[in-house]
């Protein structure tokens, strides 16, 4: 029986950690209250008074304590509103990561099988390079979990003063790879970066910089943005 997720599949979680954990506060603060519906063949989520265009990204069995991708959904199959999601599958084949490739992800051996479905859903936002997911409960023993795919949706810029806390935030999500979360997140932003030792350099432009340097076990032991006046 599974009972942890691959080393393939932690290091690209961590990739997104800290990009993703800024996004998702960005989707949080514009989502508003509210119950919500959707229309899958309009591919429409609403949410109080908010409409938005989605995929469906996977959902979570409670009772069976597995996820399934939402492109591998016998009702859902081949249709537009899991087209955003089959990139996950695409991408999981293309870099040996099973858990983003299998269409089922067991979870009963997990210690959290509630928390891995998160991590799975966290990765696969990520991959699809989506501004957040949304996750809700679909029936008493299933959670479905949305990706919102609407330019309206705020993207979480990289600001230089909370850059610090957004990377030890990040960093310690997961707690597997702090390099990859570094790493990672200077991707997201499209941000030239460069390995020297035990330290990353990253070009902010105009002068700008910013080195993340990491202590001999791997984690972050500090941030230093260079801004100029």
Sequence with gaps: M?????????????RHAAWGAAQ??????????????????SCLYQQGELELRV???????????????????????????VALTGAVRRYGRVHGIAELAEEIVPLSGFADPRRAAEMLAFTGMGVA??????????????????????PRVPRAGLDPVTLPRTLLTG?????????HVVSGYFDHHDVPQRSEGDRIVADLGAGNAVEVGFDAVGRISGVQVKVLP
């Design 55 to 81: 995929a469906v990204l996977g959902t979570y069995d409670m009772d069976q304590q597995s996820w399934m991708w939402g492109w591998a959904n016998p009702g859902l199959r081949g249709t537009e509103v």
């Design 24 to 41: 998702l506060h960005a989707l949080g603060a514009f989502m508003p209250e509210g119950p919500w519906t959707a229309d899958l063949p």
């Design 2 to 14: 599974v009972s942890e997720f691959s080393e393939a599949f932690l290091l690209e979680a961590e």
């Design 171 to 179: 960093a310690g999500l997961i707690g597997y790879s702090a390099r």
């Design 129 to 150: 390079e989506a501004p957040g997911y949304i996750g809700v409960p679909a029936g008493p023993a299933t959670q479905v979990y949305f990706l919102p795919d609407d």
